[in-house]
């Protein structure tokens, strides 16, 4: 018998830790390790790991041949080989067992399991013993070591041998599996493979159990003139080519049928199914099992079923024959076993059955066929039902698969015996660490030792120097390790946005949730490379929906009419070239097509169209004097903004404004076409396509994104399948504090009107705002500003108006999109998500505590937000939106708007301006809430500005509200600010 240490079998190599950042060292150091030395054998690697290794949180394994083929796995993230999990409890997780029947066995299975596992040969012999006495074959030599393939034997010899066969493989890995720690919660049988989960419940003894399908094995030679056949076919389709010869056998799942019936019926109809372009595959049975031809079998099995010894399984059995869990009385029913092989099997049913009573469950295939595996992905659409196949068709990878199963199972949190396991054997190295941050034995390599955290680990390979200089430019941050979590250097779901922007442009591919999930250069290096995201982005439809907030300033009363607007302001360069700049501004039009929307009411509704091409309205304007600069030149953007037309455009103004002493590029866009995130994208891109037509370059656009065109339609397909049961969700929010109100200092039925709005700004220092950004989230684990400011706000508003309950409409950005499909980094248009968000605050607990609670509650949200709007806005059924119209509203809005610091570096020759040019002071604009609360770090501080009116508050009320939000936001820093709690800066 061959070791199962051989340098070339497959190993498992199994790590655990308590974070995910814990994990990529331990995986780092492994890999490290191995590359120095690489002349160790892979099973004394594995072998130390597995015994020593504590089953923590977060898990990962990897199956490998070699140390050389272990190390390229690593280093490419081969998802053939490596698996990542982050396991909660083994009790959530239920194993059940599936017993296939025969048509997909293979010569010699199992040959190199009986090999190699001890474990699996002691039951494996103990079954041939029985067969011995029963058939007088020697299945070991005649299946493992005869020189013929069992295909070439006769049909009444190969069944004798393979129902045998089947039943002996199976049980011997259902009970090699077991005692290594995989235990099962039930068990679902089909065809032979119900008597296997009866003979494994124990329902059945050995010999019982292989003197049936011995019996059905040489009664069946007398009724070899059937056949089935496997077609992919609906059941309305399937039920034209069914009559009194042809039956369905098996039902696989919705598309998938068995069929049987005589063989030249069979036949004929296979050629037909053919000919029509269905997929079929023929089984080498002569037998057409599961229908109503098998009656002969029936009957000739009645007289051994009635006088089988049967007793209450130990297990839940679901059996195909039933479709549903197997009553006790029906085990034990002689009419069962007589009548099992001319009854129709349900694999739909069944399994639907068992996931009704299970839904928590790891599949794992004990057989050599996939088809009960492929059912299950079918029908349990469900991250918590996992399947594993034990032994495929290839009967070479065997050891890879068992590998396979095993940490599979682990991941999910089965109590793998690593000692069963490797009973027998012993490793020729020392004992590797239990976890990444335990002492090594001395024995071990000082090479194998972690990096600690307060350690920088710098990029070695391209791709890590690649993600680290993008991480630079977009934290404006020095010193990082490939290993630092980039939301515990400050980093936020919008900064996110400009990395994936800038990693796609190297073809990375990733999307916004990979980067959440794997924030850190090593895993950005090893899961993404060189791949791209999908490009379907080709849409033709003439009418675009409108998108949620879009149907928000249209159904507002007189809002179609209002200016709703937003201008940036540029100083350009001394050495400006005009020509140029309306030429980049003239791309900007082609490349984003969010810029080229028109709007057209007709028939009591807007519709939002887009024109093709856009001539760019660009104005050169003159500032007469400089004495009131700031002045004058904010009536001259009013003039330009009193002139915008929703129907005929363009929603997008250049104006070039020169004075004396500087030039400033004026650019107004109409809000329906832009928001916040767009305006950094928009800048961006000018910058360069000016320098590209100033120096006479080649005009080379960026990858594009997906357009805005293909998003509004998208949401469209959102709304049509989205969980109308969210709606309960909303409706909980937003009760919570329906019974509170926001306090005034003027009552009155006044209209909030844009006209009558003031602000007040108020900035953190730079050393707190250091700490806000740099400290708390690498302490906290993650919890950045956002959570922070939203706790000071809301300790701030309890002080105010004696509220535990801080109720805001929270905007977003709301480009955080869970799909493949759209990639929404550089899209420019009105993508901005509202949605509202309640604050708790509770005094007795702890500022750590709430702010956890916070990043719960934001993580907790559906869809990010975005279901808000669309079951308010797109969803086509009146009763969701009417209900969704009913729920309290908020008084204040809250909008943090990220790190603007990092915007500056990228748009040279350009600078951002810091002139507030916002709606004129007579605009007929409305404001939906009463204080609106901005937040952003720009020049290294933390800016908040409070817009209120003064139809409903004084200055003095916002002015104590506004430093009440200071001062909360001081005292948390102040908490976590203290030398002794961490030692992380770097700079």
């Known amino acids: 018998m061959n070791n199962i240490n051989n340098q070339n079998d497959w190993q498992i190599i199994i790590l655990s830790a308590n974070t995910a950042i814990e994990l990529e060292h331990y995986i780092a150091n492994i890999l490290r390790f191995i590359k120095q030395y690489p002349e160790l054998n892979l099973f004394d690697i594995a072998y130390v790991l597995n015994l020593n290794q504590q089953d923590k949180k977060f898990r990962f394994f990897a199956v490998a041949n070699d140390t050389r083929h272990l190390a390229t796995i690593l280093e490419t993230a081969d998802q053939n080989y490596i698996f990542y999990n982050e396991c909660h409890s083994f009790e959530q997780t239920e194993i059940i067992y599936m017993f296939p029947g025969q048509g997909n066995e293979y010569h010699r299975m199992g040959k190199e399991l009986y090999e190699t596992r001890p474990g699996f040969k002691k039951y494996f012999d103990e079954c041939n013993e029985i067969i011995k006495k029963t058939t007088g074959i020697d299945i070991v030599e005649a299946y493992y070591y005869a020189e013929s393939d069992i295909k070439d034997l006769p049909w009444k010899l190969r069944s004798l041998i393979t129902y045998n066969m089947i039943v002996a493989i199976e049980y011997s ?26 003979l494994f419940g124990e329902a059945l003894s050995l010999d019982d159990a292989f003197q049936l399908v011995t019996l059905v094995a040489k009664f069946s030679d007398h009724i070899d003139d059937g056949a089935l056949l496997v077609v992919k076919i609906s059941a309305n389709e399937l039920a034209k080519y069914l009559d009194d010869d042809v039956c369905i056998a098996s039902i ?34 002569p037998c057409a099992y599961h229908t109503k031809h098998m009656h002969e079998l029936t009957d000739k099995l009645a007289p051994f079923s009635n006088n089988l010894n049967v007793n209450p399984t130990k297990y839940p059995i679901y059996s195909s024959c039933f479709g549903r869990r197997i009553l006790t009385s029906e085990l034990t029913s002689p009419d069962y076993w007589a009548g099992l092989w001319s009854k129709k099997m349900d694999l739909v049913s069944t399994f639907s059955d068992c996931y009704g009573n299970h839904p928590n469950s790891f599949y794992v295939e004990v057989g050599p066929a996939t088809t009960m595996a492929n059912v299950v992905k079918k029908i349990i659409k469900t991250d918590s039902a996992e399947t594993s196949l034990l032994i495929p068709g290839d009967f070479a990878n065997e050891l890879f698969n068992v590998a396979l199963m095993l940490g599979k199972a682990w991941l999910y949190g089965a109590k793998v015996r690593w000692q069963k396991f490797y009973e027998g054997h012993a490793a020729k190295i020392g004992p590797m660490p239990k976890s990444p941050f335990e002492t090594y034995k001395n024995d071990i390599p000082k090479q194998l030792l972690p990096v600690k955290k307060s350690e920088i680990v710098l990029p070695t390979t391209e791709k890590e120097k690649i993600i680290y200089s993008i991480f630079q430019r977009v934290l404006n941050y020095k010193n990082i390790s490939i290993y630092d979590d980039f939301f515990n250097l400050g980093g936020d779901s919008l ?81 400006l070239d005009i020509s140029s700049l309306k030429l980049a501004c003239q791309a900007l039009l082609e490349y984003h097509d969010a810029l080229r929307l028109r709007y057209v009411h007709k028939n009591g509704a807007w519709h939002q169209f887009m024109v093709d091409y856009e001539a760019i309205s660009f104005n050169n304007i003159t500032l007469p004097g400089v004495k009131d600069m700031e002045l004058e030149m904010e009536v ?129 220092s730079e050393s707190s705002t250091y700490v806000c950004l740099r400290n708390i989230p690498n302490l906290l684990n993650g919890i950045g500003i956002l959570e922070i400011l939203l706790l ?38 009105w993508l901005t998500i509202v949605f509202p968000f309640v604050v708790a ?10 702010l956890y609670k916070i ?133």
């Open 173 to 198: 890995i259902a009970k090699f599996i077991t005692d290594l720690g995989i235990q099962p919660h039930a068990l679902i049988g089909y065809s032979i493979g119900e008597v296997v989960a009866a």
């Open 252 to 285: 696989h799942s919705i598309d998938t049928f068995l069929i049987g019936g005589k063989k030249n019926k069979i036949q004929s109809l296979s050629t037909i199914l053919e000919e029509n372009q269905y997929f079929i595959k023929k089984l080498n049975i």
């Open 495 to 575: 900064l996110a946005m400009q990395c994936i922007a800038m990693l796609n442009e190297y073809k990375f591919g990733v999307n916004l949730n990979y980067f959440f999930n794997n924030p850190t250069i090593a895993a950005l290096t090893r899961f993404y490379n060189e791949k791209t995201l999908l490009n379907n982005d080709i849409d033709n439809s003439e009418e675009i929906p409108l998108t949620p907030l879009q149907v928000r300033f249209f159904k507002k009363p007189k809002h179609w009419s209002e200016q709703k607007l937003i201008t940036i302001l540029l100083h350009t360069p001394e050495d």
């Open 636 to 764: 001259a953007i009013a003039y330009e903004q009193s002139r915008f037309d929703l129907e005929n455009g363009p929603l997008i103004k250049f104006s070039l404004i020169t004075s004396k002493k500087s030039s400033i590029l004026a650019i107004s866009f109409h809000h329906l076409c832009i928001d916040g995130f767009s305006i950094g994208v928009l800048v961006k891109n000018l910058t360069n396509f000016y320098s590209q037509l100033k120096n006479n370059a080649t005009m080379i656009f960026p990858k594009r994104s997906t357009s805005f065109r293909r998003w509004a339609n998208y949401l469209q397909h959102l709304a049509s399948k989205m969980d109308r049961n969210v709606v309960s969700f909303w409706e909980e929010q937003t009760n919570v504090c329906r019974n509170y109100k926001m306090p005034v200092d003027f009552v009155n039925n006044k209209i909030n009107m844009a006209s009558a709005t003031r602000e007040l700004t108020f900035y953190l």
């Open 792 to 829: 000071a706000c809301a300790m701030a508003y309890h002080d105010w108006a004696a509220s535990n309950c801080f109720f805001v409409d929270l905007r977003s950005h709301g480009r955080n999109i869970d799909s493949n499909e759209i990639d929404l980094s550089r899209t420019v248009g």
């Open 841 to 850: 605050i509770n005094k007795n607990t702890s500022k750590a505590d709430m």
């Open 855 to 987: 990043q719960k509650s934001i993580k907790s949200i559906p869809n990010n937000g975005l279901s808000y709007g669309i079951l308010r806005y797109l969803v086509q059924e009146d009763s969701i939106r009417e209900r969704m119209e009913k729920l309290n509203r908020a008084e204040i809005a809250f909008n943090y708007h990220g790190q603007l610091d990092n915007l500056q570096q990228e748009i040279n020759p350009f600078s951002m301006c810091t002139y507030p040019i916002a709606n004129s002071a007579n605009s007929t604009v409305t404001r939906s809430h009463l204080i609106n609360i901005d937040a952003m770090i720009i020049g290294k501080q933390l800016k908040i500005i409070l817009s209120y009116s003064l139809e409903f508050h004084k200055a003095e009320t916002i002015k104590k509200f506004g430093d009440s939000i200071l001062q909360n936001i001081q005292s948390i820093v102040n908490e976590f600010s203290h030398e002794a709690l961490y030692n992380l800066s770097r700079e």
